[in-house]
Each structure stands twice: as structure tokens, then as C-alpha cells.
């Protein structure tokens, strides 16, 4: 089936491509990108994308579908109409189910579900550790045989060090990518904010910056001594964005993501014991967010990833120190990535490249491009399109978000995969 989207200002940074010009699709492939007029003739199916953003489908290194085990927060299916929604069309997504997926039949299930609700691509990341328990190394190798594009065990730091540098050796034979959680358990102790003066005032325990940059500085030095590929998850410091910048001088493989909260909020926004502010690792002071925003302008940070992580509702309305950590971010992550383009820490198409070729390329995935003949996975977004986040209306299962009530400007208009309209506004 042919399918031309025609009047729109394509964006495909990995092709160096930002100019007015059609795109031409069949049989679920990109066919062809060439100047307006060139494919559309009557009787063809065409989308008018006049006035709006054509780009690769995003792609999100980062996320929390919760099955299997936690289908009450949010299912593969909830999780996906989420993703399209936000102009998604691959999530690789984290390990820490119940059952974890730490073997090969996890992995499989959570494709199979995937399949099943044939709307975002799905790519399972595997646990790093044998129940996330951090003591032994999980079945990797049969993970990645079912499909697994990553090894994470997200939510978790990896305190042994002995066993981290036996997995990055491992690893390197898969020439797959190792994200970590960074957080030294032992400094971060009982804490449940950023440590700083809102903490004081709330009299909340805080986690200081020094245990994430502390492991990340670890791991780096792990990378370098084993060869291994190293990927820091939401950086949220200022001394680990500095961490990063200086592995990144030496050449070692190390790549890094961000999230958008820790870009757009600080520790300020847990005031009121907001429970929907509460992270790990957690928002941190304005000279956090700026070397962050610094570290995306400079290339230090690869990838804008959501960290997308649903809660239910009894889950997050209880004592600050109970709450359960991380909100969902699917659907707001364009809109808040497009200040970074407002406030000229970003091009349009320096934001686009950090949602769509960098994740995938660091995933080893062939999407986040408009190549002829790559997957037509494709989002058309309205840059300037002025819309007010309503929790209840989220396709999310979950509604833990810290951006109710926020005036966005940006939202994805249609979602294809595969060539397939899986969402239009």
C-alpha cells in the first residue's frame, strides 16, 4: 500500500535532513524522501502534514511497562498506547518485573505481549543480576538470544563492583550495552529526597550528589580498565555530567541519557511533601539542572530518555517517606524537550536526534531514521500545538505525574509503525 505524507517540514537528523519535503511509504517502509510534489497523484493516500514536524518515531531507551507482575500500574498494552500517544514508536523497556526478567523466557513474554498489542515496537533490557539482587550474573547470553537489547539492573545499583566488571567483560562479547542505575546505597542511605536546604526545611533524610557520582565515577573506571560499553541512566548531577565529558575526551565507550524532569525541575518542586516529585535519583538543585542542560547542548549526554515509571494511585497518595519513586513521562516528554529548543540549548533537530538515531544507535536498533528502506516508523508533530496535561486523560494506566495542570506547547499528532496510523490526536 502506498501512503505519501506530503506539506510538512521533515527533520531526520541521521540523513542531515530539515527541509520542506514529502515522504513516500509502501509496504511498511520508507520509500522514498524527496521534494514537495513528487510522489502524491490522485487516487493515493496521503496525510497533510502542512505546518508540521515530520521525524523519525521517537525512540525511548528507558522505560517501565511493570509486565509481567505489575499489570494494577500499567501493561505492555497501557504502556504502549501511552508511548504512540507521545509520539514513541520503539521503547526498550526494564527488567525489574515479577518475575524479574532475568532468562530468556521473560524476555519472550514480554515480545509476545508486544505483538500482541502491535502498537510501539518493544525492546526487553535484562537484568544485569539474577533477581536484581545484584549477586550473581543473570542467563545473558539467553536473554540476548530472545531479544534482549540491553542489560540493566534499573532501579538498583550494581554495588559489587567485582561483579560489574564481570559484566561488562561479558557483555563486550554481545558488544552490548550496560545502563546503570547510579546510586551508592551506603551514602544514599535512608534517604528520600536530593540533600540540600529543601530537605532541611521539609526535614526529610537527603541523598547526596556524592552517591551517584561516586559510581559513576566507578564504572567509568571499570569501563576503562575491561573495555566494556558503559551507559550512565537519568544523570541528574552536575559531577556526573563532568564524569561523563571527561570518558567521553578519552575515548572510552560511555554514553549517557537524561531525563526530562531532571531538566526541567529541581528539588524545590517536593515542597508540600509532593509525592509525585519523588525520584530516584532524586531532583536535584539548579546548578544540577544547568550542567545537564549544559552536558545535552555539548554532546555529553547522548540521549533524552523518560525513565517512564507508573505507580498506582495508593502507591504514591501516602507519607513522603513511603511513596514509591519515579512518574510517569510518555506523553509530556516532547513538550518539555521542545523548551530546550525554546530557551536555545537545542536546534529542533539536535532535540530530534536525542529521541530518535542516538537511543537507537546506542541500542544497536536500525530505527530513529527515515533511510530509504528503514521501518516507517515516523511521528508528525505540531511544534507550536498549546495543550494543558489533565492526569485523568493520560493513556497511561498510571497518573503519577508532577506536570498536572502544566500549559505544554508541542504534541504529536500521528504515530506510525510500521507504515500503520497506531494514534492520530
Known amino acids: 500500500m502506498k501512503l505519501v505524507i506530503y506539506g510538512g517540514t521533515v527533520i531526520d537528523p541521521a540523513n542531515d535532513r530539515e527541509a520542506a519535503l514529502d515522504v513516500l511509504i509502501e509496504d511498511g517502509l520508507i520509500r522514498a524522501v524527496d521534494k514537495p510534489g513528487s510522489f502524491l497523484t490522485a487516487?493515493?493516500?496521503?496525510?497533510?502534514?502542512?505546518?508540521?514536524v515530520v521525524a523519525p518515531g521517537f525512540v525511548d531507551m528507558h522505560v517501565h511497562l511493570r509486565e509481567p507482575g505489575f499489570e494494577y500500574k500499567e501493561t505492555v498494552l497501557t504502556g504502549t498506547q501511552s508511548a504512540v500517544a507521545g509520539g514513541f514508536t520503539a521503547v526498550a523497556c526494564m527488567a525489574n518485573t515479577n518475575p524479574v526478567n532475568d532468562n530468556g523466557s521473560v524476555t519472550r513474554y514480554i515480545i509476545e505481549k508486544a505483538q500482541t498489542a502491535n502498537l510501539a515496537r518493544?525492546?526487553?533490557?535484562?537484568?544485569?543480576?539474577?533477581?536484581?539482587?545484584?549477586?550473581?550474573?543473570a542467563?545473558?547470553?539467553?536473554?540476548?538470544?530472545?531479544?534482549?537489547?540491553?542489560?540493566?539492573?534499573?532501579?538498583?545499583?550494581?554495588?559489587?563492583?567485582?561483579?560489574?566488571?564481570?559484566?561488562?567483560?561479558?557483555?563486550?562479547?554481545?558488544?552490548?550495552?550496560?545502563?546503570?542505575?547510579?546510586?551508592?546505597l551506603h551514602l544514599?542511605?535512608?534517604?528520600?529526597?536530593?540533600?540540600?536546604?529543601?530537605?532541611?526545611?521539609?526535614?526529610?533524610?537527603?541523598?547526596?550528589?556524592?552517591?551517584?557520582?561516586?559510581?559513576?565515577?566507578?564504572?567509568?573506571?571499570?569501563?576503562?580498565?575491561t573495555g566494556g560499553r558503559l551507559h550512565i541512566a537519568h544523570t541528574s548531577t552536575r559531577g556526573a555530567v563532568a564524569l561523563v565529558r571527561q570518558a567521553k575526551a578519552e575515548g572510552l565507550q560511555v554514553t549517557a541519557e537524561a531525563?526530562?524532569?531532571?531538566?526541567?525541575?529541581?528539588?524545590?518542586?517536593?515542597?508540600?511533601?509532593?509525592?509525585?516529585?519523588?525520584?530516584?535519583?532524586?531532583?536535584?538543585?539548579?546548578?544540577?539542572?544547568?550542567?545537564?542542560?549544559?552536558?545535552?547542548?555539548?554532546?555529553?549526554?547522548?540521549?533524552?530518555?523518560?525513565?517512564?515509571?507508573?505507580?498506582?494511585?495508593?502507591?504514591?497518595?501516602?507519607?513522603?517517606?513511603?511513596?514509591?519513586?519515579?512518574?510517569?513521562?510518555?506523553?509530556?516528554?516532547?513538550?518539555?524537550?521542545?523548551?530546550?529548543?525554546k530557551e536555545g540549548v537545542?536546534?529542533?533537530?539536535?532535540?530530534?536526534?536525542?529521541?530518535?538515531?542516538?537511543?537507537?544507535?546506542?541500542l544497536g536498533l536500525p530505527h530513529g531514521t527515515l533511510s530509504v528502506g528503514a521501518a516507517a516508523d515516523v511521528v508528525i508533530f505540531d511544534p507550536a500545538r498549546s495543550w494543558q496535561v489533565v492526569p485523568e486523560g493520560l493513556r497511561s494506566k498510571s497518573r503519577n505525574t508532577p506536570f498536572g495542570g502544566w500549559e505544554m506547547t508541542g504534541k504529536a499528532m500521528t504515530t506510525l509503525v510500521g507504515g500503520k496510523i497506531v494514534y492520530t490526536a
Do not use: W
Open 43 to 52: 487516487g493515493d493516500t496521503g496525510i497533510d502534514a502542512s505546518g508540521l
Open 122 to 137: 518493544v525492546f526487553p533490557i535484562g537484568a544485569l543480576s539474577k533477581g536484581l539482587k545484584g549477586e550473581s550474573l
Open 139 to 184: 542467563d545473558i547470553g539467553e536473554m540476548v538470544a530472545a531479544g534482549a537489547v540491553a542489560i540493566s539492573d534499573d532501579g538498583r545499583p550494581v554495588m559489587d563492583g567485582n561483579l560489574m566488571r564481570r559484566a561488562l567483560e561479558y557483555c563486550s562479547m554481545f558488544q552490548l550495552p550496560i545502563s546503570v542505575h547510579e546510586e551508592d
Open 188 to 225: 544514599a542511605a535512608g534517604g528520600v529526597m536530593n540533600e540540600g536546604p529543601t530537605s532541611l526545611r521539609l526535614g526529610l533524610k537527603g541523598i547526596p550528589n556524592a552517591a551517584e557520582d561516586a559510581m559513576v565515577a566507578r564504572d567509568i573506571i571499570l569501563a576503562r580498565l
Open 259 to 341: 531525563a526530562p524532569h531532571h531538566f526541567i525541575l529541581t528539588e524545590e518542586t517536593v515542597e508540600g511533601y509532593n509525592t509525585n516529585a519523588k525520584m530516584a535519583p532524586p531532583l536535584r538543585q539548579m546548578g544540577d539542572v544547568l550542567a545537564i542542560k549544559e552536558g545535552l547542548r555539548d554532546g555529553t549526554i547522548d540521549a533524552i530518555a523518560t525513565d517512564h515509571a507508573p505507580h498506582h494511585r495508593d502507591e504514591k497518595e501516602v507519607e513522603f517517606d513511603h511513596a514509591a519513586n519515579g512518574i510517569v513521562g510518555l506523553e509530556t516528554a516532547l513538550p518539555l524537550t521542545l523548551r530546550l529548543v
Open 346 to 362: 537545542l536546534s529542533l533537530s539536535e532535540a530530534v536526534r536525542k529521541l530518535t538515531f542516538n537511543p537507537a544507535r546506542i
